[in-house]
Each structure stands twice: as C-alpha cells, then as structure tokens.
C-alpha cells in the first residue's frame, strides 16, 4: 500500500508542477501591462514602472515564478492587481459560495443518482428500469443553465418561493443564504445524477452477473438483501471512480451555474479577473481548480485501492 | 490482409444494416441527427428572414404565423437565428472533435505499437490535461485571444485528444496480443505496417462510436461557453447566446427562453442515442445488457 501511495502521490506532484508552469507560461505571453492597465491611459512612464516594481513585474520570468509557487506554501498568493487586496482572500470570500455549492450539489446528485441506479438494476428491463433510464437519457442532454433558467421561471418569476439570483451572505444566517443556494444546486445536481444514475445502474448489473451473487442467493437470500449486502456495496467502487472523474465538470458546471444565479463565487471571479486583466488572480485560480481536480483523482485512486485490494498490486 | 482480421468482424458486417434498421435508438439518433445537419444546411441557402436584420417595432413577438418561434429583444426572427445556431453548433463540434481524432488517434495507437517511454508521457499527458475542465482551458486562452468560436474549438478540441489517445490506446493494447497480429509479426511486418493494416480496422467502430458520444458532449460544451461569452460572439446567434439574451426576459418573454435550450437537448438527445446504436450496430461484441 505504502508504495501505491508514494507512486500515486509522486504522479500528483509532477502534474502539479507542471500544470503551475504551464499556467505561468500560458499567462505569461498575455499581450498588455497590468501596471498600465491599473493606471489607465493617462499615466506617467515612472509611475508605470514603479508600480512595475512594485508589483514585481520588473524580475525575470523565472524568479517571479518561483515566488509565486513559494507564495502558495506559505498562503501568500500575491496582491491582485484591481481589487488591492491580498489574492488569498478574495479566494477564500468567494470560496465560501463556491464550495457549499459544488458540496450541495455533489450530495444532492448522489443522493438522487444511487437509489434510483439501485432501483433501474433491481428492475432490469422492466418499467423502472425503462422509465427511469428515459428520464436519465434525457437528463444527460439538459445543458445546467439551461435547467437553472427554468427553475428561475418556475420557482422565482412564477411561484415566488425562492430568490432569482444573488447571495445573501452567510452573515443573513442560513435560512437565506441556503435559499439562494438552493436553484443553483439543483441546476447543477440533476443532469451530473442522470449520468451517476446510469454508470449505477450498470455497475450494479455487472456485479449483478458474478458468481457469489448466485451463491448468496442459493443459501436463501432475498433477491432484494442479495442487491443491498452483496450487489450495491460491490457497485460502489466504479461509480466512486465515476464520482471523482465528475468533479471536473463539477467545477466547471459551478462556474457556468454562478453567472446564471449572479452568485458571487469563484466562478465569477475568474471571469471579471479576465476581464479586468488581473493575471494574478487568473492564474492563482486556475491553478488552485486544476489543483482541487488532481488532488480529488487521487484521493479516489487511494479510497479505490483501500477498498479493492488488487489495485495496490498493479493488477489491472 | 483479410484473411488476418478476426472473423466476427466479416461475420458481423453483413448484418450491420439488418441490426441497423431493427434498432430504435439507432434510428431516432439518426433520423434528429439527419434533421439537424439538413437544417443546418438549409441555413447556409435560406433563413425565413435575415438573422441580421433588426426589426425593432416588432420586437418580443410571442410566436405567430409570419414568427413561428416568436422574435428576440431587437425583433430578429427566433427560427431564423436557431437555425443558424445549428450550423453554428455543429460546425464548432465536427471540428473539436476531428482535432481529437486527428490527434489522439495517432498517439494512442503509436503508444500502443511503442509501448516504454512514449506510453509514459502519453499517459501522464493526458492525466494533465483532463486536470483542466474544458471550461478553464477556454477561460485562459480567452484571457489571450479574447473571446471567440475559434476558442471553443480549440478548448473543446484539447480536451477530445487525450479522451480519444485513451480510447484507442486501451483498444490496441488488447489487440497486439492477439493471435491474427502474432502472425503477421511472424510474417516481418513492422510496426507501422501492423497498426495502419490490423490494429486500425479493428478500433475504427469504437473511435466512431466515442467520436459520435464526444459530439454530443461539443455541443454542450459550446453552448456552456457561448453562454458565458466566451465561445461564438455576437452578432453570430448561437444557441447558448441566445439562452443568456433570454434569460433577463423571463417575465416578459418566456418563450425566449424555451426553444434555444430545447434545441441543445435535442440535439444532444440525438448524437447520444445515436453513440449507444452505433455502439450495438458496429459491434455486437460489445453489446451492453439490456
């Protein structure tokens, strides 16, 4: 096991470093100052460039790429060039919407997505299975901002029982802000649950298929303990594999789903960054997004190994 | 040459149109697929009226005889603009996933052929780019180019190489231990040989069937980007663009909002069902339970 870890971990890191320079590099040929940019059109050449001192904007490409990664160790992800405040917490403010959103959602998703995988399977062929994957085939297709529209028709315009957009801040307690979070999760949770819901379905009747299937059921094992002890739990491993593999989209369905709402999350922060020219914050964020990515692909790589032990010895 | 292929492949190909024609979501998938590449052909010769042309005494028509889909914010012709949005929409997909194949194709197969140090790279590449959503790529190269279709399909297209390199290199891996390759390796033939006259045969209806299922997945994708504008620009409609026009219309104009997002799950709906029947028709072999 020991060994898995410190292979897996190794390939982390070396994506890491190179995905950081890439960013770094990718941003770097970025036509315009941000110095001349902060300080508008009328502004003096000295001044330009003692703010490009400042900024550190005047040092080697090479050394304002080691201080930045060095800045990550330490929390110290620079100054943002608009909003003059430490890159770090304007991450960390947004991150408060981000997060319990794309949290909601993953729950959500899951919550809808197994049983009703569970139950396609345990009625194979039949109408819940064939309803059931109908629904999952069409909700496949329904891009989330879209569906986040529609619920805003219906839930906001319409009903008037939940906010159109915005946050309230967690300051207004919870009630509200869970209001506002509300539509958004669920634009994002429905279509990621179609598809949950299909690789369940499938990883349940392949489980389904094996032999100490058929044994549990001779030694007299209802069909529908038989599923939950033997089948469902088995079922799990590929759609945690699917889960963590999701969590790309993830992220990208919340930064999408955040300008449909107005929610003030990292979603719309990296797009008025990029507006704005904000290079700093673009590129912290990016890198923190692929970071989360990575880090979640191992995390399931480790809960698959842990729970399948053939994986730790490279048996594939 | 023949004579080395597995068998099943020539057994199979007889009945492709018989399995074809007895396939219901075969047959959906490619009667919505026919309908959207017929519309947007249709859009490059004739539009009802001129996606161009602003009408403003007639603008947020409900939908009616002469606006069959209503008309938009400055009095354009709703049909009109979606129907160009369909040629918009499938031209970015056909080309991010040609960029997939045309790259991660090759790859997959020489990393399968080569094994070693090229298989390595290949895979620790494409670990990294699926570390980046398709949506963050095309944030970044925004942030250079500015905003524009040509982004869409270069994102979307980045992203296909790796999903296709994985594909065929997990498909010819399994073939190069099989007997009909031992063969003709005993034969002296190289490597090269070998791949472009035993191994791509055999992969070529899995790279159709992932290329159909990695179009619908385009179509979505392009319409996400066009909708936080950073995929087709304005004036060109384009159906996630009209999604965001619509949607500070909802009170007013529900409707606005109603047929752009119905032709993205249509559409999507479509290549889907169309991947699942291709991948029965093609090969039986991999037929999913059902």
């Known amino acids: 096991m020991l060994t898995f870890v410190a292979r897996k971990l190794g390939g982390l890191i070396a994506t890491l470093v190179v995905a950081s320079v890439v960013i770094f590099a990718v941003l770097e040929v970025l036509p315009g100052d941000p110095a001349s940019l902060m300080l508008g059109v009328n502004a003096q050449p000295d001044t330009i460039a003692a703010l490009r001192s400042e900024l550190g904007l005047d040092q080697p490409a090479a050394a304002r790429y080691l201080s930045w990664v060095g800045g990550f160790f330490v929390g110290d992800f620079g100054i943002s060039y608009t909003y003059r405040v430490p890159v770090a917490e304007l991450i960390a403010d947004r991150a408060m919407v981000s997060l319990p959103l794309a949290l909601m959602a993953l729950i959500l998703s899951t919550a809808i997505a197994l049983p009703l995988g569970t139950l396609a399977a345990a009625g194979h062929n039949r109408w819940p299975d064939v309803s059931i994957m109908s629904f999952a085939q069409l909700g496949v297709a329904v891009p989330n901002f879209w569906f986040g529209i529609l619920l805003v028709y219906l839930f906001a315009v319409t009903l008037r029982w939940l906010p159109a957009g915005g946050f309230a801040g967690w300051d207004a307690g919870l009630g509200p802000a869970f209001a506002s979070l509300a539509l958004p999760a669920i634009a994002l949770a429905l279509p990621q649950a179609a598809i949950l819901a299909r690789v369940m379905r499938s990883a349940l009747l392949d489980v389904l298929h094996e032999d100490y299937i058929r044994t549990a059921r001779a030694k007299g094992l209802t069909a529908g303990s038989t599923i939950w002890r033997h089948g469902v739990r088995n079922a799990l491993i590929p759609v945690l594999t699917i889960l963590g593999l999701q969590f790309a989209f993830l992220i990208a369905g919340t930064i999408i789903i955040e300008n449909v709402f107005y929610l003030p999350g990292l979603g719309r922060l990296i797009f008025q960054a990029v507006a704005q020219r904000d290079l700093i914050v673009v590129q912290s964020l990016v890198v923190l997004l692929v970071a989360s990515v990575v880090t979640v692909n191992f995390l399931v790589d480790l809960a698959y190994a842990w729970v399948d032990p053939r994986l730790r010895h490279g048996r594939r | ?290």
């Open chain 2, 1 to 290: 040459m023949s004579e080395a292929r597995p068998r099943s492949a020539h057994a199979g190909r007889r009945s492709v149109f018989a399995r074809a024609l007895a396939h219901p979501s075969f047959l959906i998938g490619v009667s919505i697929a026919a309908l959207l590449l017929a519309a947007a052909l249709l859009s490059l010769v004739w539009t009802p009226y001129s996606v161009a042309e602003v009408v403003v005494s007639d603008r947020l028509q409900p939908p009616t005889l002469a606006h069959w889909l209503g008309t938009d914010a400055f009095g354009r012709d709703v049909f009109s603009m979606i129907l160009v949005g369909t040629r918009n929409s499938l031209g970015v997909a056909v080309i991010a996933v040609a960029i997939g194949i045309g790259i991660g194709v090759p790859l997959g197969l020489a990393s399968a052929a080569e094994g070693g140090l090229l298989d390595d790279v290949l895979m620790r590449g494409s670990d990294l780019v699926f570390a980046f959503p398709a949506l963050v790529t095309a944030v970044m190269i925004t942030a250079i180019f500015g905003p524009g279709a040509v982004n869409a399909i270069i994102a979307i297209g980045i992203f296909n190489i790796p999903v296709f390199a994985r594909v065929t290199r997990g498909a010819a891996r399994g073939l190069w231990s099989r007997e009909f390759v031992l063969a003709a390796r005993v034969a002296g033939k190289t490597p090269a040989r070998i791949t472009v006259e035993h191994i791509l045969p055999n992969v070529a209806s899995l790279i159709v069937v992932q290329g159909t299922i990695q179009f619908a997945l385009a179509i979505l994708a392009e319409a996400g980007l066009s909708y936080v504008g950073l995929g087709t620009q304005p004036p060109a409609p384009s159906w996630g663009k009209m999604l965001n026009d619509a949607q500070t219309l909802t009170a007013i104009a529900p409707w606005l909002a109603l047929t752009p997002g119905l032709a993205i799950v249509f559409a999507v709906l479509g290549f889907n069902l169309l991947g699942d029947g291709l991948r029965d028709v093609l090969d039986p072999r991999l037929e999913r339970r059902r």
